[in-house]
Structure formats: structure tokens, C-alpha cells
């Protein structure tokens, strides 16, 4: 990933997701059988890390203090409750 940007990595493969997440550097970054972003684009600012104290949207200051922020990892490996189904795209 040379954007370095938030990411969604979908796999039941522990050494697949070991070395894509062994790649990030910054954002935040979700893994496993269930793993979803919240789809805002990369110039959306709710604050740096999440924080809803501050919000800006398209500015260079706000891409600035959302993509430069700490490392954050997100793990899914279950276990997945019996009759769930991945949900429809939206």
C-alpha cells in the first residue's frame, strides 16, 4: 500500500494479513473475515484519529491531521455467530 491510507483487508489468511499489515505505516487499518472502512474519502477530517472535536472537509490541513496521525490496527477473527452472511454492497 503506498498511499498509506485507511484500508479494509478481507482475508481468512493469517499470513496474508500479516504481511499487508506489516506494510502500513499510518491511518487505520481493519482486518479479518469481517473487515469494513466507513468509506469517507481521504479528505474528510473528523478530527485527527477520529477525535469529533474538530472537522473540516478538503482542506490541506485536514488531509494533513488525518493521514499523519498513529498507526491504528483493527482485528475481526471471529468467531463469526452461525447463520451470518456478508452483507450486500452498498
Known amino acids: 500500500m503506498h498511499a498509506h491510507l485507511t484500508a479494509a483487508v478481507v482475508s481468512n489468511d493469517p499470513l496474508f494479513l500479516q504481511e499487508v499489515i506489516g506494510k502500513s505505516v499510518n491511518g487505520t487499518t481493519y482486518a ?7 468509506g469517507a474519502p ?11 472535536r474538530g472537522a473540516g ?21 471471529g468467531p463469526i455467530p452461525r447463520g451470518w452472511e456478508v452483507p450486500p454492497s452498498t
Open 32 to 38: 479479518g473475515l469481517r473487515a469494513r472502512t466507513t
Open 42 to 52: 481521504q479528505n474528510h477530517w473528523f478530527g485527527p484519529a477520529g477525535d469529533p
Open 57 to 77: 472537509i478538503g482542506t490541506p490541513e485536514a488531509i494533513k491531521l488525518v493521514w499523519s496521525c498513529h498507526r491504528e490496527v483493527i482485528y475481526d477473527f
